[in-house]
């Protein structure tokens, strides 16, 4: 019987012992300040000779209380540890923390998010000895990003390799619309990513998720909590204004999510932006239930252009523009025809306004187009809005469409979430056909934009509604390359090089030029070709013809050795690819997103050498992509002393599933390897 209840105690201890432990593995009790030895050595498999930096937990959480305003108030809380493992890891002491503010009203604390509580150490470990440098109150710097946001950015001291950084702090916010996102995947890799929203049953919110990690723990439990309410200016008929004390009874969803070993974002070659993929959640405020049927917050597109067309840093200023009607008689002739007058506004506006920067869709924080145009500076928004109005005022139709750039990230396919816009341009519509227009770049011409704008959805913010796609499907870089080579004196081969080049291609050359000069970019590409090439008498034509592709001519010189029994000779005269777009043999993540579909041509007629014949040469190709998607052709011909290469790259497609990766891979290598073979000629005795 003793021996029973003995193995019955075991048992219960044993059984104990394993609560604890699956307890333990779902939760992480990390508390600020509380660093032991072994956190200076934590082990991971995400950890290794690469590794600069890594999370050891990133805690946070959300929740609602009542407030002295009559309303609910955000309460958000963080606290986040990382080791520092080398040197290049030494920016993840570097923190910004951003606050959002009400149009700009930032001055008056119940206009912005307050941050408190903030704490923060350095620890490093000598001899077995922590020491500790805490965050100094007065490192702490603000800056206004743009109207809707600040910035609190600080820096941790004494840090070095081996060192253990953390911090933690509350941010109060009154805009219930602005529920916290969190990122559970950053530039360092993460041991443990927890965030936990509790969500009263009065308000309601959509979720939207996004990664490829999954959720450890993904769990929603309920509670129940009262809310206190002062409404300071409650109207009693006795006593007028006085505070008010209410209190509602709830229920509240606890929403967890957490990921444990969190791998790095990982870069990868053609993409948009990774940020389309890390793994993250984000919140969009839905409806109001206090009332039955609930209140809906969730703004239609209809709803939101109305009151972007009525916002003093967007619209009003468009409806307040008359004073633009005697600077446009200025510059243009009223009674030229329409597509005429808008290429004339819209030169004026491209050569005579300096882009300054891009802070998203609306005009610099106390800008006016009048100032604006005084001025002759302005962002890529306030140049563009200025565009608009000038068109309009021309009797010109005009309207303004947001983006988000590629590098941005793509919108949201329903909701009208406008943080996730960050670009301006402009529409026109004449006699019937429709122009986009960007005026912020001085190399671009007339309905032509900037490939970072290629994106997908964008929306016209007009009585229309309308949505327009920007497709990098849609774009295509049109270029061709032909070469003529004729027998010369001594073992030379001399001719022509001429290259039209593709929409990009031209923006980039254009630009490189203005920060440079043509000497020098024809003494780089000179270093790009091989030592048996020399290029003579360069030259480009339509330079300052922003609406034409750049023409790029010179004299080609390719040098062989005569004495030589065998001559090889590539026939791409130095155009081959050198280099596979898709050469990484990792797993591919993330779908491939190139920013338009290439289509190139390269021409090349040249002479055989005097006194050599074709031994052997390349065997002409064709290589298609399945669905027509992409073709390779690789044409080579003999004709009498002449040989004639046609090679042909056509994709017709930008996008493609991450699936479809290997498969780009070993069309492209195909594609080098062919490029890189040779003709070989004989001597003839």
């Given at each position: 019987m003793l021996l029973k209840k003995k193995n019955y105690v075991l048992l219960l201890a044993f059984n104990c012992l394993i609560i604890l432990s699956l307890k333990a593995q779902h939760t992480n009790n990390i508390k600020f300040g509380k660093i032991n030895a072994d956190d200076f050595s934590t082990g991971s498999t995400l950890v290794d000779s690469n590794t600069n930096a890594v999370v050891i937990a990133d805690i946070g959480s959300s929740e609602f209380e009542g407030n002295n305003r009559g309303w609910f108030t955000l309460v958000y809380k963080r606290i986040r540890r990382i080791r520092i493992i080398s040197q290049k890891g030494f920016d993840a002491a570097d923190v910004s923390i951003v606050l959002y503010t009400d149009n700009g009203y930032y001055q008056d604390d119940k206009n912005k998010e307050i941050l408190l509580d903030l704490k923060g150490a350095t620890y490093n470990i000598t001899d077995g000895k922590i020491s500790v440098t805490k965050l100094d109150a007065g490192s702490v710097f603000e800056t206004r990003i743009d109207k809707n946001r600040l910035e609190k950015k600080f820096t941790f001291s004494s840090v070095k390799t081996g060192s253990i950084i953390e911090y933690s702090y509350t941010i109060k916010s009154d805009f219930i619309f602005n529920l916290q996102p969190w990122y559970f995947q950053g530039k360092y890799p993460c041991l443990w990513s927890e965030y936990t929203v509790n969500i009263p049953d009065f308000f309601a919110y959509i979720?939207?998720?996004?990664?490829?990690?999954?959720?450890?723990?993904?769990?929603?439990?309920?509670?129940?909590?009262?809310?206190?309410?002062?409404?300071?200016?409650?109207?009693?008929?006795s006593y007028g204004s006085v505070p008010q004390l209410y209190t509602i009874n709830s229920f509240i969803a606890v929403n967890r999510w957490v990921i444990k070993d969190v791998p790095a974002v990982r870069e990868e070659t053609m993409i948009s932006t990774t940020q389309n993929y890390i793994s993250k959640i984000?919140?969009?405020?839905?409806?109001?239930?206090?009332?039955?049927?609930?209140?809906?917050?969730?703004?239609?597109?209809?709803?939101?252009?109305?009151?972007?067309?009525?916002?003093?840093?967007?619209?009003?200023?468009l409806d307040e523009s008359g004073w633009l009607v005697s600077e446009n008689n200025k510059i243009v002739d009223s009674d030229l025809p329409g597509l005429d007058k808008a290429k004339i506004i819209f030169s004026f506006v491209r050569d005579n306004f300096a882009n300054t920067n891009n802070n998203g869709i609306f005009l610099t924080a106390d800008a006016t187009l009048r100032n604006i145009y005084k001025s002759k500076k302005g962002s890529v928004s306030d140049i563009n809005l200025l565009l608009i109005a000038m068109l309009k005022n021309a009797g010109i139709k005009a309207d303004p469409v947001i983006l988000s750039t590629r590098d941005h990230g793509v919108v949201h396919p329903v909701y009208p979430i406008l943080q996730r816009y960050n670009y301006t341009i402009c529409r026109t519509v004449i006699n019937g056909t429709t122009y986009y227009l960007d005026a912020s770049n001085h190399f671009l011409g007339f309905n032509k934009l900037p490939d970072n704008?290629?994106?997908?959805?964008?929306?016209?913010?007009?009585?229309?509604?309308?949505?327009?796609?920007?497709?990098?499907?849609?774009?295509?870089?049109v270029s061709t390359k032909m070469i003529f080579l004729s027998k010369a004196n001594g073992n030379n081969l001399s001719g022509t090089f001429i290259s039209t080049l593709g929409d990009n291609a031209s923006l980039n050359l254009r630009e490189k030029i203005a920060n440079e000069n043509q000497e020098t970019f024809f003494k780089e590409l000179q270093k790009e070709y091989p030592s048996d090439i020399l290029i003579q008498n360069c030259t480009i034509d339509s330079l300052n013809k922003y609406e034409h592709p750049l023409s790029i001519k010179y004299k080609m010189v390719y040098s062989y050795n005569s004495n030589d029994s065998l001559v090889y000779i590539n026939p791409m005269f130095g155009q081959e690819l050198k280099e596979n777009p898709f050469k990484s043999e990792l797993q591919r993540l993330y779908p491939v997103e190139m920013p338009y579909c290439p289509?190139?041509?390269?021409?090349?007629?040249?002479?055989?050498?005097?006194?050599y014949k074709i031994e052997e040469v390349p065997k002409s190709t064709r290589l298609k992509l399945e669905n027509e998607d992409g073709v390779f052709e690789y044409i080579i011909q003999q004709n009498e002393n002449r040989l004639q290469l046609r090679c042909m790259l056509k994709i017709n497609r930008a996008i493609y599933d991450a699936e479809d990766y290997n498969t780009l891979r070993n069309f492209y290598s195909y594609l080098i390897n062919k490029e890189s073979e040779q003709i070989v000629l004989k001597k003839v005795n």
């Amino acid at each position: 019987m003793l021996l029973k209840k003995k193995n019955y105690v075991l048992l219960l201890a044993f059984n104990c012992l394993i609560i604890l432990s699956l307890k333990a593995q779902h939760t992480n009790n990390i508390k600020f300040g509380k660093i032991n030895a072994d956190d200076f050595s934590t082990g991971s498999t995400l950890v290794d000779s690469n590794t600069n930096a890594v999370v050891i937990a990133d805690i946070g959480s959300s929740e609602f209380e009542g407030n002295n305003r009559g309303w609910f108030t955000l309460v958000y809380k963080r606290i986040r540890r990382i080791r520092i493992i080398s040197q290049k890891g030494f920016d993840a002491a570097d923190v910004s923390i951003v606050l959002y503010t009400d149009n700009g009203y930032y001055q008056d604390d119940k206009n912005k998010e307050i941050l408190l509580d903030l704490k923060g150490a350095t620890y490093n470990i000598t001899d077995g000895k922590i020491s500790v440098t805490k965050l100094d109150a007065g490192s702490v710097f603000e800056t206004r990003i743009d109207k809707n946001r600040l910035e609190k950015k600080f820096t941790f001291s004494s840090v070095k390799t081996g060192s253990i950084i953390e911090y933690s702090y509350t941010i109060k916010s009154d805009f219930i619309f602005n529920l916290q996102p969190w990122y559970f995947q950053g530039k360092y890799p993460c041991l443990w990513s927890e965030y936990t929203v509790n969500i009263p049953d009065f308000f309601a919110y959509i979720f939207l998720s996004k990664g490829y990690n999954p959720f450890f723990i993904n769990e929603k439990k309920t509670k129940s909590a009262v809310f206190q309410i002062q409404d300071p200016n409650y109207k009693n008929s006795s006593y007028g204004s006085v505070p008010q004390l209410y209190t509602i009874n709830s229920f509240i969803a606890v929403n967890r999510w957490v990921i444990k070993d969190v791998p790095a974002v990982r870069e990868e070659t053609m993409i948009s932006t990774t940020q389309n993929y890390i793994s993250k959640i984000q919140f969009q405020l839905a409806q109001y239930r206090f009332t039955d049927p609930p209140e809906n917050k969730l703004n239609t597109w209809l709803t939101v252009n109305k009151e972007l067309l009525g916002y003093k840093d967007f619209g009003q200023q468009l409806d307040e523009s008359g004073w633009l009607v005697s600077e446009n008689n200025k510059i243009v002739d009223s009674d030229l025809p329409g597509l005429d007058k808008a290429k004339i506004i819209f030169s004026f506006v491209r050569d005579n306004f300096a882009n300054t920067n891009n802070n998203g869709i609306f005009l610099t924080a106390d800008a006016t187009l009048r100032n604006i145009y005084k001025s002759k500076k302005g962002s890529v928004s306030d140049i563009n809005l200025l565009l608009i109005a000038m068109l309009k005022n021309a009797g010109i139709k005009a309207d303004p469409v947001i983006l988000s750039t590629r590098d941005h990230g793509v919108v949201h396919p329903v909701y009208p979430i406008l943080q996730r816009y960050n670009y301006t341009i402009c529409r026109t519509v004449i006699n019937g056909t429709t122009y986009y227009l960007d005026a912020s770049n001085h190399f671009l011409g007339f309905n032509k934009l900037p490939d970072n704008c290629f994106n997908g959805i964008a929306r016209v913010i007009s009585d229309d509604t309308a949505v327009v796609q920007l497709s990098s499907d849609s774009l295509k870089e049109v270029s061709t390359k032909m070469i003529f080579l004729s027998k010369a004196n001594g073992n030379n081969l001399s001719g022509t090089f001429i290259s039209t080049l593709g929409d990009n291609a031209s923006l980039n050359l254009r630009e490189k030029i203005a920060n440079e000069n043509q000497e020098t970019f024809f003494k780089e590409l000179q270093k790009e070709y091989p030592s048996d090439i020399l290029i003579q008498n360069c030259t480009i034509d339509s330079l300052n013809k922003y609406e034409h592709p750049l023409s790029i001519k010179y004299k080609m010189v390719y040098s062989y050795n005569s004495n030589d029994s065998l001559v090889y000779i590539n026939p791409m005269f130095g155009q081959e690819l050198k280099e596979n777009p898709f050469k990484s043999e990792l797993q591919r993540l993330y779908p491939v997103e190139m920013p338009y579909c290439p289509n190139q041509l390269l021409i090349v007629d040249m002479e055989i050498p005097g006194g050599y014949k074709i031994e052997e040469v390349p065997k002409s190709t064709r290589l298609k992509l399945e669905n027509e998607d992409g073709v390779f052709e690789y044409i080579i011909q003999q004709n009498e002393n002449r040989l004639q290469l046609r090679c042909m790259l056509k994709i017709n497609r930008a996008i493609y599933d991450a699936e479809d990766y290997n498969t780009l891979r070993n069309f492209y290598s195909y594609l080098i390897n062919k490029e890189s073979e040779q003709i070989v000629l004989k001597k003839v005795n």
